[in-house]
């Protein structure tokens, strides 16, 4: 019997290794609850069939819970101008949204100069891969660029080359209504100098 129980035990933990995925190398997890989430490189299921990031709940959570993967940058590059943030996400069973989220800050850690997480227009159900932007300005006082993916609720996402550039300031777009779901760090995490590893290869 108590042999039983120990193959049974060894089996469930290595069954636990196999579902569970490696942090790409950049990225970092973060939200309201993140030990409620899965969140890492689902290897051979990107877009043209290498990597991508996933989020995927364990078992049931509730709406008012959310897990981010995410990273921080400098905004050196882009003062003074305004950015897009692309990127592709596809989704199995979201019952509450899903989103990219992008947040400029200010040089108080509690300042948020601009800040958009798709909430108007959050991704839900189950979806193929679409190209999703964020349109963001980047003031001349901004202090770091903060950006990633999130789930609330149940379900899954995956998400692929996140790309940024800088757009023509002529026509800037309204600040959208969103919620303050993006990260819940202690802003002791590492801002590279710029964004890296968006494409999850590493």
Known sequence: MKTRIFKTTVLLFIAAILLSFDLPNGWHLSGSNPENYEMGIAKGEGMDGKNAATIKSKGEVSNNEFGTLMQMCSPKKYLGKQIKMTGYVRSENVEDWAGLWLRVDGAGTDEILSFDN???????????????????????????????????????????????????????????????????????????SEPVNLDFEQ
């Open 118 to 192: 798709m909430q108007n227009r959050g991704i839900t159900g189950t979806t193929e891969w679409k190209k999703y932007e964020i349109i963001l300005p980047v003031p001349a006082n901004a202090s770091r660029l903060a950006y990633g993916a999130l789930m609330g609720g149940t379900g899954q996402i995956w998400f692929d080359n996140i790309t940024f550039e800088v757009i023509d300031n002529s026509d800037n777009p309204p600040m959208p209504e969103s919620s303050n779901r993006s990260d819940h760090s202690n802003n002791k995490e590492t801002v590279t």
